[in-house]
Structures are given as C-alpha cells and as structure tokens.
C-alpha cells in the first residue's frame, strides 16, 4: 500500500538568514534514514557555512540560482538544472541573487544534523 505524505514538515536551517526547509521523507517527517527529500526556500543573500556530508546529495533548482562552491570551483546552478555533491566532499551552497531561489534536495542516506560536518 502507498505511504501517503500528507504534507511536509518545517525544519530548522542553518544560515545567515532564515530559510525555509520543507521536508517531505527523510528523519523528522517520515522516519525514513535511507533518503530524504526536501525542498528550500532561501532568500536572496542566504548563505551557509561549508560542509563536508557523509552523504550524497543531488539538488534540483525550480527557480532562481543556487551557488555551489566546492573545492576547485564555483557552480551556479539555474532553474531548471541539477547538480549532484558526492560524500565527502567539500561544499557550500548559497543564493546570491536577490530573487533567492526554491530547489528540491534528496540525500542518500538521509539527511542529519550529525554527519553534515559543518565549518567552525
């Protein structure tokens, strides 16, 4: 039988700013710790300290521009692209734009405040 998610909960992000996390499957919402799914709302200048996950996370942006900084580079991820961050590896995501933007996040294994690993 489907599991029915009637609607996401709100959870608490990390940033210069306040900026809505809406998580649809994951460990608050659902239980689930294999995945979680989740979408953002950040304002423009949002930006959060670095992080190196212990998981993958695979981001699509609906709209506006998300930055994604890593070790060697900078993306700016546009709506309607995607972009895919290994574990392990360095990041940094802000939105600069004034417009801010919404994207979609999935992690695999799901999301948790103790294995994000953010900067001091």
């Not at 909960?9 to 306040?18: D, Q, R």
């Not at 590896?89 to 294995?115: I, N």
């Amino acid at each position: 039988m489907p599991n029915f998610i009637e609607k996401p909960t709100v959870v608490e992000a990390a940033g210069n700013i306040p900026k809505t996390i809406r998580e649809y499957v994951g460990r608050v919402n659902t239980g689930d710790e294999a995945l979680s799914i989740a979408h953002m709302t950040s304002p423009g200048g949002w930006e959060e300290p670095g992080q190196r996950p212990e998981f993958d996370e695979y981001t699509v942006v609906l709209r506006g521009v998300l930055t994604v900084e890593f070790e060697g580079g900078v993306h700016e991820v546009a709506a309607g692209q995607g972009i895919h961050t290994a574990a392990g590896e360095w990041v940094r995501y802000s939105t600069k734009g004034a417009e801010g933007a919404d994207y979609v996040a999935v992690c695999l294994p799901g999301f948790a405040p103790d294995t994000v690993h953010r900067d001091e």
